[in-house]
């Protein structure tokens, strides 16, 4: 009797076995778990409230790379920030959105965001989940509101199950639609580069004699405002730019209201950096050697200017060159080529 | 009204006593009842007409109302031995009656002597994310560019104000210091809410938006305002200041 069920059993099992295995294997490429790299700090964003599921992510994916959230269906979050840039609008200085229309500002890069204590150039968003409004609403960018959005989910195809899928109920709600791309841009984590695992001291972490000069003078003059290992103190500062007379843009004063926060703007993380180019808030260079002329000749004094400013910066061509040689070991390409980031249309 | 909050009552006494024979064993909540509050929006102590009711306000200019919502948090009333509150935030809207009706149950019985809300967000809400329900941000009561909730709308028009269609709209709100626009409003009594066993009570309020246009606001002059700050803060306020009971 012992024998015979067990005769059963045992290919029984074996097949499960096989089954859970193949479609483990199956699942690789949409396994979502989120990660806190050993030694960084907590995460601001609480992933406990909207912990990324399988369906969740998928749900929030269709929707970054859906136009239907813009109002015209031109343009989709993945228009102006686009994976193998580090998701920022590559080559566009102000990133343009719906009929053409140019914003004020350059597209930031995503990632890591989930540390983030604000968002945008002058931090006046306080919260990922709400991040996406800016954008959907914008005359410029999207020029929808999310209660149309809301309507226009409920009767496209597809959707409604999706939610279902993702939340446990098909009804689709505005706080549903800003969790589910929260659940997918949370994903987005960069700390695989080759400088992460020279810090780890793992294979592949060999750096050269001249990118570890470029570390030893990023520590001394950058890494104050650029802080590994997230490369920034996400504070504002002001690195000296001249005002631009059209845009007129003063950045963090905008929200505070504070004369003290003029001309100030996000310091933005430098993981990825040789991918994101154009840079600054108002994409006004095209490299990081511009960027890097202007720390050292280009200055402009004015009450707000950040203390390390306020004497010049000395740095020679070739300390600027072993520099950029050690940002370029910033890019991180698990990140930039994770197959789970791109538009799978399902 | 007394007699039919009697009614209920006899109705609750019948049930009570024949509860017992009916579910053996099963525990009821004893001298307990409930409290509903209504708030109704006025004018002057008016009911509120929009649109194209013709209204004086505080400075002698004569007004429109054409849209009136604000939120109410964290209700509670309190008695000499306990506290009682409805955490939930709720958007009123003076043209949606159900959106101006709260309940509070499972409320001891008892004489209860004060009532107490926020009017507007408190800045934990303001900063975590988005939230369902009332505070979904589709609800048209948040700011993107500059993240929080609106803590109270009020706009119309008036001939004062040289704005395009002569409208003035006032979109308050701001959770961080000094400009936070949520405003903790103590409703003066005159006298008890009392709570009996199985009793529902009801508490009429008057929000009354005569009272946004005190201190003399002159609208020729401060007819938007539309982020946080100074006279954000001025008008929330004035908006603290438009309870009353009936």
Request: hydrophobic share 40%.
């Amino acid at each position: 009797m012992r024998i015979r069920t067990l005769k059963y059993l045992l290919p029984l099992l074996a097949g499960m076995f096989i089954l859970v295995l193949s479609l483990g294997s199956d699942k690789k490429e949409e396994e979502v778990q989120f990660v806190r790299p050993k030694g960084w700090p907590k995460p601001v964003y609480d992933l406990s409230k909207n912990k990324p599921t399988i369906n969740g992510f998928k749900l929030g994916r269709k929707l970054f790379f859906d136009p239907i959230l813009s109002r015209d269906g031109s343009t989709s979050c993945a228009s102006c920030h686009t994976q193998w840039s580090a998701f920022t609008h590559v080559d566009h200085g102000l990133s343009h959105g719906i009929n053409g229309l140019k914003g004020k500002r350059n597209s930031l890069t995503l990632f890591n965001l989930a540390w983030n204590k604000s968002f945008m150039w002058d931090g006046g968003i306080n919260n990922l989940e709400v991040q996406p409004l800016g954008p959907i609403t914008n005359p410029v960018e999207m020029d929808n509101t999310l209660e149309n959005v809301v309507k226009k989910l409920d009767t496209a195809k597809g959707y409604r199950a999706r939610f279902f899928l993702a939340f446990g109920d098909s009804g689709i709600t505005g706080q549903r639609v800003l969790k589910a791309i929260a659940q997918f841009t949370v994903m987005f984590e960069s700390f695989n580069s080759k400088y992460d695992k020279y810090v780890r001291e793992e294979p592949g972490g060999e750096m050269t004699e001249q990118e570890l000069h470029g570390l030893k003078l990023f520590r001394k003059n950058c890494a104050s405002c650029h802080k590994e290992p997230l490369f920034t103190n996400y504070a504002f500062e002001n690195v000296g730019l001249a005002v631009d007379t059209e845009l007129k843009d003063y950045g963090r004063m905008a929200i505070t209201h504070d004369p003290d926060d003029s001309l100030k703007f996000k310091v933005p993380s430098l993981r990825n950096v040789a991918m994101s180019y154009p840079y600054l808030h108002d994409g006004r260079f095209r490299t990081i050697r511009q960027v890097l002329d202007h720390y050292t000749d280009g200055i402009i004094q004015s009450p707000t200017l950040a203390k390390e400013f306020r004497k010049p910066m000395i740095l020679t061509d070739q300390d600027k060159t072993d520099l950029i040689e050690f940002l370029k070991t910033l890019s991180d390409k698990d990140f930039l080529f994770d197959i789970r980031f791109r538009d799978w249309r399902d | 009204m007394k007699l039919q909050s009697f009614k209920v009552c006899y109705i609750v006494f019948l049930v009570l006593i024949l509860a017992p024979v009916s579910s053996f064993g099963k525990t009821i909540p004893l001298n307990r009842g409930w409290i509903t509050v209504i708030i109704d929006p006025v004018f002057n102590g008016e009911p509120l007409k929009m649109a194209d009711q013709l209204y004086v306000n505080e400075h002698g200019d004569t007004i429109y109302i054409d849209l009136f919502r604000f939120y109410i948090t964290n209700m509670r009333l309190s008695s000499e031995s306990t506290t009682v509150s409805d955490t939930v935030s709720h958007l009123v809207d003076a043209e949606d009656e159900a959106s101006a009706t709260f309940h509070i149950n499972n409320v001891p019985a008892g004489s209860y002597t004060s009532l107490q809300f926020t009017v507007g967000v408190d800045s934990i809400t303001n900063t975590s994310g988005a939230n369902g329900g009332d505070l979904d941000p589709a609800k048209g009561m948040y700011w993107v560019w500059n993240s929080g909730y609106i803590m109270a709308k009020l706009e119309g028009h008036s001939r004062v104000c040289k704005t395009l269609h002569h409208a003035f709209e006032f979109h308050i709100g701001g959770y961080m210091p000094p400009f936070n626009a949520a405003r903790l409003v103590n409703v003066k009594l005159s006298h008890p809410v009392v709570v009996l066993n199985g009793c529902n009570t009801i508490v009429r309020l008057k929000a009354d938006v005569a009272a946004w246009f005190k201190g003399n606001l002159d609208l020729s002059k401060l007819n938007s305002v539309v982020i946080p700050g100074k006279e954000a803060n001025i008008i929330a306020d004035n908006y603290a200041q438009m309870f009353s009971v009936e």
